[in-house]
């Protein structure tokens, strides 16, 4: 077993000076453990599948940075690649040829991909993505998903999920009436629902977007066939496709969900894995799509940091080094956790959901599984907290949010996970 944690006076002194300065004490605002309870920890150091606070206590780490860690912390070729560019200079402003070679590998892994754009977060890349299926149709309406998040732009932040599910936010203050007025919000999986708004303003709708696996709401894999449905509807109705894959790409599969349930969007908005830990994000779709961005055409993007050296130098290393065996070794981890944690749940008689696709996955405390947002939002989240609370106290960091992905890492071994299911039975013993 991995420490119990000490005293934590270090994080709640660095809490306290924190919340004087950063609002909420925090620089994103799920990380602030308002749902779970209990004081953030401030990390100093990641190694592998592990992190250390500021107090010296280490934790076995199911977060990962939200997702980019696919390799776990510090990666020796990740860091090396990284620090190998920083060396040659931090940043110019200027095209390099480490972005053409990052580029190159995106286009051959992901499909729909045939040319990319990079940005520093993935909220510019849906951002970007959004104003490009606007100008390219000529049109103004947006479709999305209730739960699904596509980062923090204004036109994206309705009925959002990540930190505005966490916190149970209605749409933001400073959004305007305006801002959102073109984006039209249709529950996950509800074919019904996606059918009609087509029928409705089928010839107004630039672009349906959606995370192929909701993973903002918890995990919410898409119902049998409904991918399929949104490729034909937007292809009928002249609209474009935007497959958001910043928590799904690079790592439930090379190329993503797209590879994994075989359709083929327009337009894909990748980032955290794809950054290697670094802040970098992109936004790509075909040849003749992208051509509408500046400077070949007139829609308008664009970034002092984007392609930054070292963060491509970082994304690219690690790519390089997610193979087929990397995902097999990764999925056979996700399964034994998972099937671990059914059984921990199924044997102490707590009604539990781990939806999953390949290596991405949640908990859900639930009777019945999950299929929207409606649903997502009547889940016990107080049990989440239990959860979260008693696996820190036993050394185990799980994203402090009912409604977010846990992320297991190529760092992790067979045993560590073990530890994790063996810690969850004696928290859910407590119960
Ligand atoms: N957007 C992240 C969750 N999907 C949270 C990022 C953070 O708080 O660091």
Same mark, same amino acid.
């Given at each position: 077993m991995i420490d119990p944690t000490p005293p934590t006076a270090s994080s709640e002194a660095l809490y306290e000076r924190a919340k004087q300065v950063i609002p909420g004490g925090v620089n994103s605002p799920v990380r602030a453990f308002s749902s779970v309870g209990g004081t953030p920890r401030f990390l100093i150091e990641g190694n592998g599948s592990r992190v250390t606070d500021a107090d010296g206590q280490r934790y076995l780490d199911y977060v990962g940075s939200w997702g980019p860690l696919i390799l776990g912390h510090a990666h020796r070729d990740v860091i090396g690649a990284a620090n190998e560019a920083l060396q040659r200079g931090s940043?110019?402003?200027?095209?390099?040829?480490?972005?053409?070679?990052?580029?190159?590998?995106?286009?051959?892994?992901?499909?729909?991909?045939?040319q990319v754009r990079m940005t520093s977060s993935g909220t510019e890349a849906a951002m970007g993505a959004i104003r490009l299926a606007r100008g390219a149709t000529g049109r103004d309406k947006i479709v999305k998903f209730a739960g699904h998040y596509h980062g923090h732009a204004d036109a994206l932040l309705a009925a959002a999920g990540s930190g505005v599910a966490t916190l149970g936010l209605p749409d933001s203050p400073g959004v305007t009436a305006g801002a959102t007025a073109d984006t039209l919000v249709v529950p996950w999986n509800d074919r019904e629902a996606v059918e009609a708004v087509f029928a409705e303003h089928g010839s107004d709708i630039a672009v349906l977007a959606c995370e192929p696996v909701a993973a903002n709401m918890g995990v919410v894999p898409p119902a049998e066939g409904f991918l399929e449905l949104l490729r034909e509807l937007a292809t009928r109705h002249g609209a474009l496709l935007l497959f958001d894959e910043v928590m799904t790409g690079f790592r439930v599969a090379r190329g993503g969900a797209a590879e994994v349930y075989g359709v083929t969007p327009d337009l894909v908005a990748l980032g955290k894995v794809v950054g290697g830990g670094f802040p970098l994000?992109?936004?790509?779709?075909?040849?003749?799509?992208?051509?509408?961005? &500046?400077? @070949?055409?007139?829609?308008?993007?664009a970034g002092t940091l984007s392609g930054n050296p070292v963060a491509v130098a970082a994304g690219t290393a690690q790519l390089r080094l997610l193979d087929a065996s990397a995902y097999d070794r990764l999925d056979a981890l996700a399964e034994r956790l998972i099937s671990g944690l059914g059984e921990v749940f199924a044997e102490a008689g707590v009604a539990a959901q781990l939806p999953r696709c390949r290596s991405l996955f949640g908990v859900f405390f639930a009777e019945e599984p999950v299929v929207d947002y409606a649903g997502a939002k009547a889940v016990d989240t107080g049990r989440y907290a239990a959860l979260h609370r008693g696996m820190l106290a036993?050394?185990?960091?799980?994203?402090?949010? &009912?409604? @977010?992905?846990?992320?297991?890492?190529?760092a992790h071994t067979a045993a560590e996970v073990d530890s994790t299911v063996e810690a969850a039975r004696e928290v859910v013993a407590e119960w």
């Open positions: 940043s110019f402003g200027a095209p390099t040829g480490r972005e053409v070679a990052l580029a190159e590998l995106i286009v051959e892994r992901v499909p729909g991909i045939e994000a992109a936004f790509g779709g075909s040849a003749e799509v992208m051509a509408h961005l &500046a400077p @070949e055409g007139p829609v308008y993007q036993r050394g185990h960091y799980l994203p402090p949010s &009912a409604y @977010e992905a846990i992320f297991v890492s190529l």
